[in-house]
């Protein structure tokens, strides 16, 4: 069993910044894929990014360059910064995890409550 707990949400403006955290407790973590997610209103949920304990996260294509998946292995939390936020980018965004990795949402059997981001045009 994993847990999973999501915080750093808000409202901000176009182009501002967000970063999202997520404490993960469980054993063998390091054996986990650990990302994100999110899902706008009316829409199904989105792969936004995930990473390996160990090895370089991948990121859907639209937040390229834009967001960033780091891993604080010694408090066992994963950060999601988001820059240069877009309204496009206004969702819930939850943390997943997984033994293996897919771009699949029900490949990802541990979900945390989730955090609304919401931007601002």
């Known amino acids: 069993q994993v847990q999973l707990v999501e915080s750093g949400g808000g409202m901000v403006q176009t182009g501002g910044s967000l970063r999202l955290s997520c404490v993960a407790s469980g054993r063998n973590l390091n054996e986990y894929f650990i990302g994100w997610f999110r899902q706008a209103p009316g829409k199904e949920r989105e792969f936004v990014g995930v990473s390996a304990w160990s090895g370089g996260p991948i990121y859907l294509d639209s937040v390229i360059g834009r967001f960033t998946i780091s891993r604080d292995n010694a408090k066992d939390t994963v950060y999601l910064q988001m820059n240069s936020l877009k309204p496009d980018d206004t969702a819930r965004y939850y943390c997943?995890?997984?033994?293996?990795?897919?771009?699949?949402?029900?490949?990802?059997?541990?979900w945390g409550q989730g955090t609304q981001v919401t931007v601002s045009p």
């Open positions: 997943v995890a997984s033994l293996s990795y897919s771009r699949r949402s029900d490949n990802y059997p541990y």
